[in-house]
């Protein structure tokens, strides 16, 4: 059975990545990339799905870890009744996809166990195993090869590989696993220590850019290194979470395959960035951003592969159980073929907020927005699927108008003061002036005077606080506040927010509740700053932090009943949230902080 999904840490090199539990077992790892099929899939089913567990054979009496200050490096302390020792764990920041694990003795001596179930294709392969050197072998199925190599004795027991040896005081026991080609010759190995020291100096060099956010550095640097692992270094695309179909309810349906790039995410992921002077990475994800969406307007698509592939079919696997029995897992997302008005609002957006954030100009970006003007103006009238990716019926969702907005609103902003770009100014600005009188009409409940999840609906919905966060109206107009009011009223749960409340809207296409989605309660954070209710905001901000694991990482969703996190992991929808509030407060809390001296 896996750990609880919080009992796991993020190891990464900026093209895939790993999860590792508590107990020193590597549950989770898809090689090359982070949408490859997984080779370590014991986090969706069992220990025969494949695992690589280093860890003591003795009783352990207690453990401890923590990343090295400002890396992505994990140190696993084992404390026994004969000696300690400490796990180092990392993936190197070379051409190469590989894992580099080292036992180190601290004191005493401690018998260790290095149990390796290799299972390619997501569990279901079991390779062909072969010994080249005493300490080396290699693992093929088909057209992957992993190449493991140990400073210890290796041996095979039921389709596994195994190594026990006792480690002492100074002793360091190295073990190394590679990705590669199986049709190209067995790549040389590289020197472990050496790999570590220059992963090392990578995150550090990373860090150090990171200005100062007051009382929340540390919180906001954790976040930063975690999206940089989550970053596809080579085209600049940063994936959502790392995992599929961890669920957003223990044995519900809601399991998803977020190990693709989001439009969604531009706009809080380019402020994230260049906020904090971080415009290199910034300038990466707008280029793989406009490369992305190029083409054809109608064939935008809310969510694109790594490199910007369009086809992410969506099918399930049936021989795997599912994280605590969840299932379907499923692979690909059926969403990335439906119509959400917002992401063209958010497109737009995040192209004004680089523009003005001093971001370099792309040519591209220019003539993409040429074309999506008379689009959007054609379809913002449409119903959708929303933000949230309702499967059911299209609806009027009011989050898509107000994008849609959005989308009008920064065009206008933007037109140059040549007389066609102020013609298209004001055209922009008609447009816009037309969406929000419509919205202002039919999204908003008569008789509560807030607005309300989609025309005619009752429903509340958390995409409601961006009417405020993105200027559709001052924060302190009385039907925002109305908002707010039953957004607290109505989504609240033990201090944090749903999505939109599943109990009651059985038009979403799914069965099921669902825990509290984290980045909606950072923007019900964000509102208080608006609003001037601080000491609210920093209330909120300090249980959402306190929510962090050990290591600093938040997943997607809170089951405040249970007390556990739920959905996929990290997330960096979580994390954009832990940054972009920080600045929020750090901004209104820093001239108070003058003031006051």
Same mark, same amino acid.
């Given at each position: 059975?896996?750990?609880?999904?919080?009992?796991?840490?993020?190891?990464?090199?900026?093209?895939?990545?790993?999860?590792?539990?508590?107990?020193?077992?590597?549950?989770?790892?898809?090689?090359?990339?982070?949408?490859?099929?997984?080779?370590?899939?014991?986090?969706?089913?069992?220990?025969?799905?494949?695992?690589?567990?280093?860890?003591?054979?003795?009783?352990?009496?207690?453990?401890?870890?923590?990343?090295?200050?400002?890396?992505?490096?994990?140190?696993?302390?084992?404390?026994?009744?004969?000696?300690?020792?400490?796990?180092?764990?990392?993936?190197?920041?070379?051409?190469?996809?590989?894992?580099?694990?080292?036992?180190?003795?601290?004191?005493?001596?401690?018998?260790?166990?290095?149990?390796?179930?290799?299972?390619?294709?997501?569990?279901?392969?079991?390779?062909?195993?072969?010994?080249?050197?005493?300490?080396?072998?290699?693992?093929?199925?088909?057209?992957?090869?992993?190449?493991?190599?140990?400073?210890?004795?290796?041996?095979?027991?039921?389709?596994?590989?195994?190594?026990?040896?006792?480690?002492?005081?100074?002793?360091?026991?190295?073990?190394?696993?590679? $990705?590669?080609?199986?049709?190209?010759?067995?790549?040389?190995?590289?020197?472990?220590?050496?790999?570590?020291?220059?992963?090392?100096?990578?995150?550090?060099?990373?860090?150090?850019?990171?200005?100062?956010?007051?009382?929340?550095?540390?919180?906001?640097?954790?976040?930063?290194?975690?999206?940089?692992?989550?970053?596809?270094?080579?085209?600049?695309?940063?994936?959502?979470?790392?995992?599929?179909?961890?669920?957003?309810?223990?044995?519900?349906?809601?399991?998803?395959?977020?190990?693709?790039?989001?439009?969604?995410?531009?706009?809080?992921?380019?402020?994230?960035?260049?906020?904090?002077?971080?415009?290199?990475?910034?300038?990466?994800?707008?280029?793989?951003?406009?490369?992305?969406?190029?083409?054809?307007?109608?064939?935008?698509?809310?969510?694109?592969?790594?490199?910007?592939?369009?086809?992410?079919?969506?099918?399930?696997?049936?021989?795997?159980?599912?994280?605590?029995?969840?299932?379907?897992?499923?692979?690909?997302?059926?969403?990335?073929?439906?119509?959400?008005?917002?992401?063209?609002?958010?497109?737009?957006?995040?192209?004004?907020?680089?523009?003005?954030?001093?971001?370099?100009?792309?040519?591209?970006?220019?003539?993409?927005?040429?074309?999506?003007?008379?689009?959007?103006?054609?379809?913002?009238?449409? +119903?959708?699927?929303?933000?949230?990716?309702?499967?059911?019926? +299209?609806?009027?969702?009011? $989050?898509?108008?107000?994008?849609?907005?959005?989308?009008?609103?920064?065009?206008?902003?933007?037109?140059?003061?040549?007389?066609?770009?102020?013609?298209?100014?004001? $055209?922009?600005?008609?447009?816009?002036?037309?969406?929000?009188?419509?919205?202002?009409?039919?999204?908003?409940? +008569?008789?509560?005077?807030?607005?309300?999840?989609?025309?005619?609906?009752?429903?509340?919905?958390?995409?409601?606080?961006?009417?405020?966060?993105?200027?559709?109206?001052?924060?302190?107009?009385?039907?925002?506040?109305?908002?707010?009011?039953?957004?607290?009223?109505?989504?609240?749960?033990?201090?944090?927010?749903?999505?939109?409340?599943?109990?009651?809207?059985?038009?979403?296409?799914?069965?099921?509740?669902?825990?509290?989605?984290?980045?909606?309660?950072?923007?019900?954070?964000?509102?208080?700053?608006?609003?001037?209710?601080?000491?609210?905001?920093?209330?909120?901000?300090?249980?959402?932090?306190?929510?962090?694991?050990?290591?600093?990482?938040?997943?997607?969703?809170?089951?405040? $009943?249970?007390?556990?996190?739920?959905?996929?992991?990290?997330?960096?929808?979580?994390?954009?949230?832990?940054?972009?509030?920080?600045?929020?407060?750090?901004?209104?809390?820093? +001239?108070?902080?003058?003031?006051?001296?």
């Amino acid at each position: 059975m896996p750990a609880l999904i919080e009992d796991y840490a993020l190891l990464g090199n900026c093209k895939t990545a790993a999860l590792v539990a508590r107990d020193g077992s590597l549950d989770w790892l898809c090689f090359p990339r982070f949408d490859s099929a997984a080779c370590f899939a014991a986090l969706l089913g069992s220990q025969d799905n494949g695992r690589w567990l280093i860890a003591p054979r003795e009783a352990i009496v207690s453990q401890s870890r923590q990343y090295r200050d400002d890396t992505l490096i994990l140190e696993t302390t084992f404390h026994t009744a004969n000696g300690s020792a400490r796990l180092i764990d990392c993936m190197p920041m070379g051409e190469e996809s590989s894992v580099l694990r080292i036992v180190e003795g601290l004191s005493g001596e401690v018998l260790f166990e290095m149990d390796l179930a290799i299972r390619f294709d997501y569990g279901s392969s079991v390779p062909w195993v072969e010994k080249k050197v005493p300490r080396t072998l290699t693992a093929v199925a088909g057209p992957e090869m992993l190449v493991l190599r140990s400073s210890s004795t290796l041996h095979a027991v039921a389709q596994s590989t195994v190594s026990h040896f006792t480690v002492r005081a100074s002793e360091r026991h190295v073990f190394t696993l590679a $990705h590669q080609p199986s049709h190209l010759p067995v790549r040389d190995g590289f020197d472990g220590e050496q790999a570590l020291s220059e992963t090392e100096r990578f995150w550090r060099d990373f860090a150090s850019r990171c200005p100062d956010v007051g009382p929340w550095s540390d919180l906001v640097k954790r976040s930063l290194i975690t999206l940089k692992a989550m970053t596809y270094r080579p085209t600049g695309g940063i994936v959502a979470a790392v995992t599929t179909s961890l669920p957003e309810r223990i044995g519900g349906e809601r399991n998803w395959d977020y190990r693709y790039c989001w439009l969604r995410d531009a706009t809080m992921t380019l402020l994230a960035f260049m906020n904090l002077g971080y415009y290199e990475e910034a300038s990466a994800w707008r280029d793989w951003l406009l490369r992305s969406v190029a083409g054809n307007p109608e064939q935008i698509q809310i969510m694109y592969g790594l490199a910007g592939e369009r086809r992410l079919p969506e099918y399930e696997l049936p021989w795997l159980s599912g994280y605590e029995g969840s299932s379907p897992v499923r692979i690909g997302n059926l969403a990335a073929g439906q119509l959400q008005i917002d992401v063209y609002g958010e497109v737009v957006d995040a192209m004004t907020q680089a523009s003005k954030g001093g971001m370099p100009h792309h040519e591209r970006g220019a003539a993409i927005s040429a074309l999506l003007k008379p689009y959007l103006e054609k379809v913002w009238h449409e +119903p959708d699927a929303g933000l949230w990716e309702i499967r059911g019926e +299209p609806q009027h969702f009011t $989050h898509s108008k107000v994008m849609a907005w959005v989308a009008f609103d920064r065009w206008a902003q933007v037109a140059d003061d040549s007389e066609e770009g102020q013609r298209t100014g004001e $055209h922009c600005r008609a447009v816009a002036d037309q969406i929000h009188r419509q919205v202002c009409e039919h999204a908003v409940d +008569p008789e509560l005077g807030c607005f309300v999840q989609s025309y005619g609906s009752t429903h509340m919905d958390a995409s409601l606080l961006q009417i405020a966060l993105t200027g559709f109206l001052p924060a302190d107009d009385a039907r925002v506040l109305a908002t707010v009011a039953q957004i607290e009223q109505r989504l609240l749960r033990d201090g944090l927010l749903l999505r939109y409340d599943t109990s009651e809207s059985a038009d979403d296409g799914l069965s099921g509740e669902e825990g509290t989605f984290l980045v909606c309660s950072f923007w019900l954070a964000d509102v208080y700053v608006l609003l001037g209710r601080m000491d609210d905001a920093k209330v909120l901000f300090e249980r959402l932090s306190g929510l962090c694991n050990d290591v600093g990482l938040l997943a997607e969703q809170y089951d405040p $009943h249970s007390q556990r996190m739920l959905g996929n992991f990290p997330q960096a929808f979580s994390h954009l949230g832990i940054i972009n509030t920080a600045l929020n407060l750090h901004r209104a809390w820093a +001239p108070a902080q003058d003031r006051a001296d």
